[in-house]
Nanobody, 117 residues
Framework: QVQLVESGGGLVQAGGSLRLSCAASGSIASINRMGWYRQAPGNQREFVASILSGGVTNYADSVKGRFTISRDYAESTVYLRMNSLKPEDTAVYYC???????????WGQGTQVTVSS
């Protein structure tokens, strides 16, 4: 089992920056992949970014060049640095982890990001 605690959401003006954090605990040695998804009102949850255990990263086209995902292995924490934020980035952001031999999915509780125009 993996437990996830997110922090760092908030209200920011367009063009501003935020950094989200997600601290993992529990069976952290079994983590294969950490990442972020987001869900805006009325929309489905969508992929934002991910980082594999080896450090390979992947981003949604909509955030490439603006968002950066990173991981502190010692702290078992994944970060999402969000620059040049746009109103369409407004959503609840969820931390996501894949862990274990059976590649179980774990989700954080979500943190609200609101970008005003």
């Amino acid at each position: 089992q993996v437990q996830l605690v997110e922090s760092g959401g908030g209200l920011v003006q367009a063009g501003g920056s935020l950094r989200l954090s997600c601290a993992a605990s529990g069976s952290i040695a079994s983590i294969n992949r950490m990442g972020w998804y987001r869900q805006a009102p009325g929309n489905q949850r969508e992929f934002v970014a991910s980082i594999l255990s080896g450090g390979v990263t992947n981003y949604a086209d909509s955030v490439k060049g603006r968002f950066t995902i990173s991981r502190d292995y010692a702290e078992s924490t994944v970060y999402l640095r969000m620059n040049s934020l746009k109103p369409e980035d407004t959503a609840v952001y969820y931390c996501h982890v894949v862990a274990g031999w059976n590649r179980s999915n774990y989700w954080g509780q979500g943190t609200q990001v609101t970008v005003s125009s």
